[in-house]
């Protein structure tokens, strides 16, 4: 019998073949409706590569933390390991703060966060569209918009907020590079990983003028934990004109040998 396989809603992933046999204890096991191999993930969209080597359904929906994530598995990577990241987050903010997620995905973080937390808005921005499909099905699943959720490109904050009054999250279809939403953000969120420094300086540019917070995800040797990222952060936030005023580090989960991946909570003042 298989021992190692991860289960999304009623879809199972492997990493290897498996026989027909094991195929079918897996099936009775786990009243599963679909197996799938689960590959790789590759590109900038982090779009997995997977093979069904049993039923035809791709398309499941997680529940955890009271919370339903509707997603097609075979288009979209999905992270058990960050359970107990995507809880902590669900508590982290107020009904004063108005939140940017820079890679929000499915909703990942951005849903537990709408409903736990009730921050004032959320804007969730994410580049894949079936990724950005399924934000948008996400949000009316857990009802929690007001209004109509429509697809939308506009990246422009005044536009969003004038045909989404009602709405707590704004999702943005496109590249977070290209959004328009300076000094709007009391908290940003980072959950991306492999290239993160490379899009800080566009957060400090969301970043509110006085400063506000980033939860900023990268993969770290375990030898340079002491220095990365703080050094990172600290160089591009003077950059920017702020500085740190508190850092803590949060271990998630090992990424490979020798190295994890990790969350730096910071928070940030002006030095103008």
């Not at 094991?22 to 409706?33: G, R």
């Not at 007001?146 to 045909?163: I, S, T």
């Given at each position: 019998m298989?021992?190692k396989?991860?289960?999304?809603?009623?879809?199972?992933?492997?990493k290897?073949d498996?026989?027909?046999?094991e195929?079918?204890q897996?099936?009775?096991?786990?009243?599963?409706?679909t197996?799938l191999?689960?590959?790789?993930?590759k590109?900038?969209?982090r779009?997995?590569k997977?093979?069904?080597?049993?039923?035809?359904?791709?398309?499941?929906?997680q529940?955890e933390y009271n919370?339903?994530?509707?997603?097609?598995?075979?288009k979209?990577?999905?992270s058990?390991?960050n359970i107990?990241?995507?809880?902590r987050?669900?508590?982290?903010s107020n009904p004063?703060e108005?939140?940017?997620?820079?890679?929000?995905g499915?909703?990942?973080?951005?849903?537990?966060m709408?409903?736990?937390s009730k921050?004032?808005?959320?804007y969730?921005?994410?580049?894949?569209?079936?990724?950005?499909?399924y934000?948008?099905?996400?949000?009316?699943?857990?009802?929690l918009n007001?209004?109509?959720?429509?697809?939308n490109?506009?990246?422009?904050?005044?536009n969003?907020?004038?045909?989404?009054?009602?709405n707590?999250i704004?999702?943005?279809?496109g590249?977070?590079?290209k959004?328009?939403?300076?000094?709007t953000?009391?908290r940003?969120?980072?959950?991306?990983?492999?290239?993160t420094g490379?899009f800080?300086?566009?957060?400090?540019?969301?970043?509110?003028?006085?400063?506000?917070?980033i939860?900023?995800?990268?993969?770290?040797?375990?030898k340079?934990?002491?220095k990365?990222?703080y050094?990172?952060?600290?160089?591009?936030?003077?950059?920017?004109?702020?500085k740190i005023i508190?850092?803590?580090?949060?271990?998630?989960k090992?990424?490979?040998p020798?190295?994890w991946h990790?969350?730096?909570?910071?928070?940030?003042e002006?030095?103008l």
């Amino acid at each position: 019998m298989i021992k190692k396989y991860q289960k999304i809603g009623d879809i199972l992933l492997v990493k290897t073949d498996i026989s027909t046999e094991e195929i079918n204890q897996l099936v009775n096991k786990t009243k599963c409706k679909t197996i799938l191999k689960y590959d790789n993930i590759k590109g900038e969209l982090r779009q997995p590569k997977t093979t069904i080597i049993y039923g035809n359904e791709t398309e499941t929906i997680q529940k955890e933390y009271n919370i339903l994530f509707k997603i097609d598995v075979s288009k979209i990577m999905w992270s058990m390991g960050n359970i107990d990241e995507r809880k902590r987050m669900a508590d982290i903010s107020n009904p004063n703060e108005v939140v940017i997620d820079m890679f929000a995905g499915i909703g990942y973080f951005t849903i537990p966060m709408a409903k736990y937390s009730k921050p004032k808005k959320i804007y969730a921005l994410e580049l894949n569209p079936d990724s950005y499909h399924y934000l948008v099905e996400n949000i009316k699943l857990n009802k929690l918009n007001d209004g109509n959720c429509n697809n939308n490109n506009n990246n422009d904050k005044n536009n969003n907020n004038n045909n989404n009054n009602n709405n707590k999250i704004i999702p943005i279809l496109g590249d977070n590079r290209k959004a328009n939403l300076r000094n709007t953000a009391d908290r940003i969120i980072m959950g991306y990983v492999l290239k993160t420094g490379e899009f800080l300086d566009k957060a400090f540019e969301y970043l509110k003028e006085d400063g506000g917070i980033i939860h900023y995800h990268d993969t770290i040797a375990e030898k340079i934990l002491d220095k990365e990222p703080y050094s990172k952060i600290k160089n591009i936030a003077e950059k920017n004109n702020y500085k740190i005023i508190d850092y803590k580090l949060n271990k998630i989960k090992k990424y490979s040998p020798g190295v994890w991946h990790v969350v730096a909570d910071v928070k940030f003042e002006t030095t103008l």
